[in-house]
């Protein structure tokens, strides 16, 4: 019959395996899905500056606007 290899299911080009994860019982757990369309003429391929964008939720550059305030450090004040 056909291969085992995964192939877009808009211009049949083959596509890789990746890995996502998703949480159960408190575990993270691998699971394999398709990856994206490396054809560049196809309707599903990636937009390159949403894939070469900063990832998301990881690391935070401002305070969150909701954050309880910190403690400024500066000069101390003898008693």
């Known amino acids: ?8 299911p808009a211009c049949g080009q083959p596509v890789e395996m990746v890995v996502r994860r998703h949480k ?3 575990a993270w ?13 196809c309707e599903r391929y990636p937009d390159r500056d949403a894939v070469a964008g900063p990832p998301t939720g990881s690391l935070r550059t401002e305070p ?7 403690k400024e450090a500066g000069p101390r004040s003898e008693p």
Do not use: F, K
Request: with cysteine.
């Open 1 to 8: 019959m056909g291969s085992d290899e995964p192939v877009c």
């Open 24 to 26: 159960t019982l408190g």
């Open 64 to 70: 969150a606007e909701n954050a309880a305030p910190t």
């Open 29 to 41: 757990v691998p699971t394999w899905v398709h990856g994206p369309c490396g054809n560049r003429e």
